[in-house]
């Protein structure tokens, strides 16, 4: 499985984005597919995630402003991002979890740069 990501940017505070993720291979053994990010000195978090059945979860942070979602026919998953604040700048990565029988491993996407200003 391979993850692009893309649509990452500078905006301003108050402002929106929205990113995309990509897979190509062997999607059809993607169980999830989750948004990341890291900011500097900080660890990676997850933000966002969308399994195989349409359930979604979120970060406390990021509930009622973020949103995920998947467009099957074009294997991408999207994150809306709305209301944005400078404590949401990182770079945020795309991670697909795979299930084959039983192991699971997982994929991801280089990082796009998000950096919201004051």
């Known amino acids: 499985v391979q993850l692009q990501a893309s649509g990452g940017g500078l905006v301003q505070a108050g402002g929106s984005l929205r990113l995309s993720c990509t897979a190509s291979g062997s999607t059809f053994s993607i169980n999830a597919i989750g948004w990341y990010r890291q900011a500097p000195g900080k660890q990676r978090e997850l933000v966002a995630a969308i399994r195989s059945g349409g359930s979604t979860s979120y970060a406390d942070s990021v509930k009622g402003r973020f949103t995920i979602s998947s467009d099957n026919a074009k294997n991408t998953v999207y994150l809306q991002m709305n209301s944005l604040k400078p404590e949401d700048t990182a770079v945020y990565y795309c991670?697909?979890?795979?299930?084959?029988?039983?192991?699971?491993?997982?994929?991801w996407g280089k990082g796009t740069l998000v950096t919201v200003s004051s």
């Open positions: 991670n697909a979890e795979v299930v084959a029988g039983e192991v699971s491993m997982d994929y």
